[in-house]
């Protein structure tokens, strides 16, 4: 069985991985990113039901826990990574298909495909998921437009590779959902009453350590109910009270218009989301060739190329926010 088709890269982006999410049929789950991995910034986010990890791949990297192979395969999805490019779709999916929560809705299509894989090994899944027609079209309807086509047989300067990894709680024990690994790494148990992602934390600092000193080249984004969902479930129950206890106060009305202004933020962020993605796929280059023309016409071009160098010079390399 062969993996049919090209998989793009997909940016490291919470609105195109929302939106990705939802191509793939899937409701009541959304992702936002952390610029922190302290307590904190989880309080207005939960319940988080799982982290999605982007780091430079180093390929001789060892596991940070034991790879499982034993008969917990049969109940954790795990799908082994078979073609490139795929990293992305495969974590997002790993985290779905894993969760639990009643506020997820897999959809038709993801639902089908875990009744139909789950009795396959890592592989199988892996080709599987990749011989999906709807999930490679959702994957690849992410593509960001090339402004230029590069010929194939230019010889290609080095990069670093990137790669994808989810953490999740699953079934009282946190575990590492890698698609290059044989298995999940399990990071061991969530002891009781204590919160998965205090076992999380230390995990990702100690993998980011691993790397030299002022290496900033990592994002982490949590997946998350939806979050206008999980505001309009908390004003309905605000509004009834008021109505079934004939309640009026100031703190009442105050948290109702808390409340409404978080969901109006948040059907805002997703149309922004939606605009931005229209951007990412528009073809800007008719417009970049006219506008050089007119620029060269006004002998403006040669100036602006100059002074665009010298900021480049003082900026030195661009790099990933952490």
Not at 165 to 180: A, F, H, K, T
Not at 222 to 237: F, H, N, T
Not at 297 to 316: D, F, Q, V
Request: aromatic residues 10%; negative net charge.
């Amino acid at each position: 069985m062969e993996s049919g088709g090209d998989w793009c890269l997909i940016e490291s982006d919470p609105g195109v991985f929302t939106q990705l999410i939802r191509k793939f049929g899937a409701k009541g789950v959304q992702v936002e990113e952390l610029w922190t991995i302290d307590d904190t910034i989880f309080e207005n986010l939960r319940p988080v039901h799982g982290l999605i990890f982007l780091f430079k791949y180093l390929q001789y990297e060892e596991p940070s826990g034991p790879i499982v192979n034993d008969d917990r395969l049969d109940k954790i999805y795990f799908a082994k990574q078979v073609i490139n490019n795929a990293c992305a779709t495969q974590t997002v999916i790993s985290l779905l298909l894993n969760c639990t929560h009643t506020d997820v809705d897999l959809g038709p299509e993801l639902t089908k495909l875990k009744e139909f894989s789950m009795s396959f090994d890592p592989k199988m899944r892996g080709l599987t998921l990749s011989n999906s027609q709807t999930i490679r079209a959702a994957h690849n309807s992410m593509v960001q437009q090339a402004v230029f086509e590069f010929d194939p047989k230019m010889p290609v300067k080095y990069e670093d590779s990137y790669h994808f990894v989810g953490y999740m709680p699953i079934n009282g024990r946190v575990y590492e959902l890698d698609g290059l690994r044989e298995g999940p790494i399990d990071h061991g148990p969530i002891i009781p009453e204590q919160d998965w992602l205090e076992v999380v934390q230390p995990i990702i600092m100690k993998r980011m350590n691993v790397y030299t000193e002022g290496e900033i080249h990592f994002n982490l984004m949590a997946l998350v109910s939806d979050r206008k969902m999980i505001y309009e479930r908390q004003l309905k129950r605000h509004l009834n009270e008021v109505q079934m206890l004939d309640m009026d106060t100031d703190e009442v009305e105050g948290e109702i218009a808390r409340l409404r202004m978080f969901i109006e933020y948040e059907d805002i962020k997703m149309a922004r989301y939606q605009q931005e993605m229209a951007r990412r796929r528009h073809n800007y280059m008719p417009f970049i060739i006219v506008l050089l023309q007119i620029l060269a016409e006004e002998k403006k071009l040669t100036p602006i190329l100059e002074r665009a160098k010298e900021r480049s010079a003082k900026k030195g390399p661009k790099k990933l926010k952490v």
